[in-house]
């Protein structure tokens, strides 16, 4: 006569622990890659929207520094003929030929959200960033004061541009704190008469 020996398995019991165990597991897993989407996806929108910025104030600052250029001393480049707060109007002779070719005009447009340029009053405004939460010039003058707003475009010797930006997209809400960045120019060709 044989014994029957009994079988050797996982119970019903055992088996729903760990099915609920596996799918708890499961659970964490996508969790953690849920976040860690959600952190790289807005960090890499805050380090495209920086590299935005720091691109739009190099080619702010480079005219800027170019502002009033007249190498032939027969243009009637004015520097910057028009400034306040969001805006800022320039000229100068890049070629040294008694033309203003370049006459460049950088608006901030709040309702846009975009820094925005019109070249030689040819066409419409084009977007040099967007993005952009706010956007303030702040003048220097010969006297030594600051304002936004000048009297006197002539006695302008530097600009100091604020650009501060804000990340969009699904996370924006999330991760709403503005990225600002400065940049302050000497104006060298201005008040050199």
């Not at 739009?56 to 250029?69: F, I, P, Y």
């Not at 990225?179 to 060709?189: F, H, I």
Request: proline content about 3%; aromatic content about 8%; overall charge negative.
């Amino acid at each position: 006569m044989t014994v029957l020996r009994p079988r050797q398995g996982f119970t019903l019991v055992e088996l729903l622990v760990a099915m609920v165990a596996g799918i708890l597991l499961l659970g964490a897993m996508y969790v953690l890659f849920r976040s860690s989407s959600e952190i790289f996806t807005s960090q890499e929108q805050i380090v495209h929207l920086r590299q935005d910025i720091r691109a739009s104030l190099a080619l702010v600052t480079r005219h800027l520094r170019m502002a009033g250029l007249d190498p032939s001393r027969n243009a009637s480049c004015a520097g910057i003929t028009r400034a306040n707060a969001t805006s800022l109007h320039l000229q100068y002779d890049q070629e040294g030929d008694g033309m203003c070719e370049n006459d460049l005009d950088f608006k901030y447009v709040a309702a846009e959200g975009a820094l925005k340029v019109q070249l030689s009053d040819a066409g419409g405004y084009q977007p040099v960033v967007y993005d952009i939460a706010s956007c303030e010039f702040v003048y220097g003058m010969s006297n030594g004061t600051l304002t936004t707003s000048p009297w006197d475009t002539d006695d302008i010797r530097m600009v100091s541009i604020q650009l501060c930006g804000r990340i969009s997209g699904p996370y924006a809400q999330k991760y709403d704190a503005p990225r600002c960045l400065n940049a302050t120019v000497r104006c060298r060709n201005l008040g050199l008469e």
